[in-house]
């Protein structure tokens, strides 16, 4: 039971170029979120789906595009990579019920932008 | 507003004595979760507990107990005898039902064992 895979592990890219990060889950979850992490700043939600073709924006969406064209999948794009946008990126999911259950995270993506 | 408070930022502790994590929280919501996350220097993110609003009994296992008291709006995470193994960063996170959709994490505390 792979559980949450994300790709790619770890990319560098140079400012203004584009890049997708591709986030995956097994359980059957409706909900999935894409989280960024910085030093100092815990994790900060970028954006967050509540189902199939749903996109909702979180804290920090700025820069950041995403879609779920399937349920098991969740996508994030930069279109125009920024320096800022170094980080190391995790994306999570959970089941609709309870409605308050715990995140599972996956192993993260370490993106570098020069 | 929805808020998670982790005012500890780094903390080293010599192997085998207990150390307390604080984390205290902000929320409107009536009914509430909250929750501790593990972050190993390996990177990922474990799930250690899950606990309502409406239950404030303290929990352990094993070497781990959280105390939670919603008169004072805090859940801390105490370790027993720590261990080299428990080096790592830790992070508080609340959802509540009315923002179901979204987890608010702290900030985390980065927690070394010296040997």
């Known amino acids: 039971n792979a559980g949450v895979t994300q790709t790619p592990k770890f990319r560098v890219l140079k400012t203004g170029q584009s890049m997708t990060l591709l986030c995956a889950q097994d359980?059957?979850?409706?909900?999935m979120y894409w989280y960024r992490q910085d030093p100092g700043m815990g994790l900060r939600l970028i954006h967050y789906s509540v189902g199939e073709g749903t996109t909702a924006k979180g804290e920090v969406p700025d820069g950041y595009n995403v879609s779920r064209l399937k349920k098991q999948n969740f996508l994030l794009g930069l279109e125009s990579a920024a320096p800022s946008q170094t980080s190391v990126y995790f994306c999570?999911?959970?089941?609709?019920?309870?409605?308050?259950?715990?995140?599972?995270f996956g192993e993260g993506s370490r993106l570098t932008v020069l | 507003a929805q808020k998670v408070t982790q005012a500890q930022t780094e903390i080293s502790v010599v192997e085998k004595e207990d150390v307390t994590l604080d984390c205290v929280y902000e929320?409107?919501?009536?009914?509430?979760?909250l929750f501790w996350y593990k972050q190993p220097p390996s990177g990922e993110l474990v799930f250690l507990i899950r606990r309502n609003s409406f239950d404030e009994q303290n929990e352990i296992s094993g070497r781990y107990s959280w105390n939670f008291q919603k008169s004072t709006s805090s859940f801390n995470f105490t370790i027993t005898a720590s261990q080299v193994v428990d080096s790592a960063v830790y992070f508080c996170?609340?959802?509540?039902?009315?923002?179901?959709?979204?987890?608010?994490f702290g900030t985390g505390t980065s927690l070394t064992v010296i040997p």
């Open positions: 359980m059957n979850h409706e909900y």
């Open positions: 996170a609340l959802s509540g039902t009315n923002t179901g959709n979204q987890f608010y």
């Open positions: 929320t409107r919501d009536t009914t509430y979760y």
């Open positions: 999570a999911s959970r089941a609709s019920l309870p409605r308050t259950g715990e995140l599972f």
